[in-house]
């Protein structure tokens, strides 16, 4: 999804719901500090959504959601998500990046610190999640201590943590990054 058809799926969230203000906590969130990230990374073509004050109308963007007209008519679509979507890092809030201004008829889009992103990925570790973060890895987007500095800060099993700090060392030392 380029960073105009998130603007797109954001301007069309904004008039279904009547909200001014989401947080994008998937992959789409590296528009946030990197705009002009290669396609290779951000092939998905859903924006994971969190309505920030009326969390009741978040199945509302079932309206322009995966199988929707919408979706059908332009390829991409709007995924409702809630807090609870992804185990994210204490203080992920504060870290939160503005979207760069755009075509949103002034909606605002919060999205994850691309370090908070990642752990979210090491935590779920699907096989595309590992894929995107040595992506994130190879391009110089995230760094090794910032990544491990989260991992204690992750609300997780202490061997989930393990298993999340030797995928971190496994992917830097493939790449040849610190």
């Not at 789409?28 to 969390?55: C, F, M, N, W, Y």
């Not at 929707?68 to 332009?74: A, K, P, Q, V």
């Amino acid at each position: 999804m380029t960073k105009q058809q998130l603007d797109h799926v954001l301007r069309s969230a904004g008039r279904i719901t009547g909200e001014r203000r989401f947080v994008i906590i998937g992959s789409q969130a590296l528009h946030g500090q990197h705009p002009d990230v290669a396609d290779e990374i951000l092939r998905s073509a859903e924006a994971d959504l969190i309505v920030t004050k009326r969390s009741d109308r978040t199945e509302w963007l079932n309206a322009i959601g995966v199988q929707s007209e919408f979706h059908e008519s332009f390829g991409y679509y709007a995924d409702p998500v809630d807090e609870a979507s992804a185990t994210l890092p204490t203080g992920w809030k504060r870290r939160l990046v503005p979207l760069p201004p755009g075509d949103t008829d002034g909606v605002k889009g919060l999205c994850l610190d691309p370090h908070d992103l990642a752990i979210s990925k090491y935590v779920a570790r699907r096989e595309k999640d590992l894929i995107f973060n040595c992506a994130l890895v190879r391009l110089g987007i995230v760094r090794r201590e910032g990544l491990l500095a989260l991992i204690d800060a992750t609300p997780v099993a202490e061997e989930v943590r393990e298993r999340m700090r030797r995928d971190v060392a496994s992917h830097f030392d493939d790449a040849g990054a610190r």
